[in-house]
């Protein structure tokens, strides 16, 4: 197209030897901020298609975007972490488990290709536990308006599924109390969630925020925002060490790396502090549409039709974008409004 | 003595051609693509200097790849969070409402 022919527009990566359109790096560490920052998760699945689109080499495409999404969820977690998110006690306990669970699932992989099976059974698996997990969100959701116009209301208001109280009754030692959570149970509870999702994340070869921040919420007993802020810090661990392996085997293109971040800040800030003005439930929704869609798209591809995979995952993304960013405005001008008036009030006095 | 020393050389050479195979075997997904960064295009000093780390240190590449990442990013952190800061806006509460 013309209007992207200037030359001032490509950037120069130095490592794969191709320019690269660098407002559309910016664009997508932005959208893959806010997004990642919100539903607390890496988001490689959101980052892979938009890379193809514009061209970058898809051999520096993974590694390129694990390294940026290290660097991503470290700005969340800071940001998540003043807002009391970050149940630092439970992250390390989890990590232990995620990063022996993803060298599982990674020699899971390994064995299937030398069997030659692992392109559609790595797929299919993708699509069931994705399945899965909206199933999980939208029953949740519907189970808990069903509750609440009952009056049938917790502590921490209408819950749908409730599975963790069943597994914060197992009585293993040693029992943890996790102070930012709100909730003491069996240390091996978190341990094997963590085991397990790392082991499907090593299989599916993704970074598993996607599947820990379910996992976060109806197995170990989470708050929504607090299994977004834990979830961003686990999330920031497992990057760094994959950035350090995808760097060993040269995968990594740097330059492209700083781009992304450079957009991610802004995004992640935006959604973040997003989170600030969203109910749990209204997270989780979100979170469900999604995964959803992700699944559609991957089924897409599955059938070769990936151009339609292709728009159907840019067009969620951009949508869920622009729904954050709305929420996050109007949520702080209501706060800025509010805070005038109180300010108002108190001079008048 | 002779005899010895045939069996210790068919040995040694039959050591070094299994080598591949047993590097093959242990070893996970093959890299199959070698890139070299071309460092003949690159005017940038800084830039040239991680290219050629890329060429002839790949260690030393992937342990500045991930302290420059780490770096930035808690840069790119606390300054997004000194300009929000100074937006007006209640950063450090928020409370936590499911439903």
């Known amino acids: 197209m013309e209007m992207f022919a200037a030359d001032w527009l490509y950037m120069y990566m130095p490592i794969a030897g191709v320019k690269v359109l660098w407002p559309a790096l910016v664009l997508i560490g932005f959208s893959v901020g806010v997004i990642g920052g919100f539903f607390g998760m890496g988001g490689a699945w959101m980052v892979t298609p938009g890379l193809n689109i514009i061209g970058f080499p898809m051999a520096f495409a993974i590694g390129t975007d694990i390294a940026h999404i290290a660097g991503k969820s470290m700005i969340s977690t800071i940001r998540h972490s ?137 197995l170990i007993g989470c708050p929504t925002h607090i299994a977004v802020g834990t979830d961003l810090f686990e999330v920031m661990i497992s990057g760094l060490y994959g950035a350090f392996t995808f760097a060993l085997k040269g995968r990594i293109e740097l330059v492209a790396v700083f781009v992304m971040l450079t957009g991610a800040a802004i995004g992640a800030q935006i959604g973040t502090v997003a989170t600030k003005y969203s109910k749990g439930y ?63 009030k108190a001079h008048a006095a | 003595m002779r005899r010895n020393m045939k069996r210790i050389m068919a040995l040694a050479v039959s050591m070094v051609a299994a080598l591949p195979a047993l590097a093959h075997a242990a070893a996970g997904k093959a890299a199959d693509l070698v890139v070299v960064a071309d460092t003949r295009v690159i005017d940038s000093g800084i830039l040239r200097y991680f290219a050629d780390l890329y060429n002839t240190n790949p260690t030393m590449n992937a342990t500045w790849a991930v302290i420059l990442t780490a770096v930035y990013g808690c840069f790119l952190g606390v300054l997004m969070d000194f300009l929000l800061s100074r937006t007006g806006l209640d950063l450090t509460s928020r409370k936590i409402v499911e439903h």
């Not at chain 1, 488990?97 to 069997?115: H, K």
């Not at chain 1, 197992?170 to 996790?178: A, K, L, R, S, T």
């Not at chain 1, 995979?309 to 706060?335: N, P, Q, R």
């Open chain 1, 82 to 218: 003043k807002f009391g998110n970050v149940d630092y006690k439970l992250g390390m306990v989890m990590l232990v488990g995620t990063m022996v669970g993803i060298e599982i699932g990674a020699q899971l992989v390994m064995w299937l290709e030398r069997i030659g099976l692992v392109g559609s059974v790595v797929r299919w698996v993708y699509v069931v536990f994705l399945a899965l997990i909206s199933w999980m969100v939208f029953y949740d959701y519907a189970k808990a308006v069903k509750k609440s116009k009952m009056g049938d209301v917790t502590d921490r208001g209408a819950e749908g599924i409730t599975w963790y109280k069943t597994l914060h009754r197992i009585n293993i030692p040693p029992m943890v109390h996790f102070k930012a959570s709100g909730f003491t149970c069996s240390a091996w509870l978190p341990i094997l969630v963590s085991l397990a999702t790392g082991i499907l994340a090593g299989f599916l070869g993704i970074g598993g925020g996607l599947l820990r921040m379910p996992a976060l919420v109806y």
């Open chain 1, 282 to 344: 209204g997270i989780r929704v979100a979170f469900g549409i999604a995964v959803l869609c992700c699944m559609i798209s991957i089924i897409l591809k599955q059938f070769k039709y990936d151009m339609p995979s292709a728009i159907l995952i840019l067009g969620t993304i951009s949508l869920i974008c622009l729904y954050i960013i709305k929420v996050m405005f109007t949520g702080a001008a209501a706060e800025l409004r509010a805070k005038k008036n109180r300010e108002n």
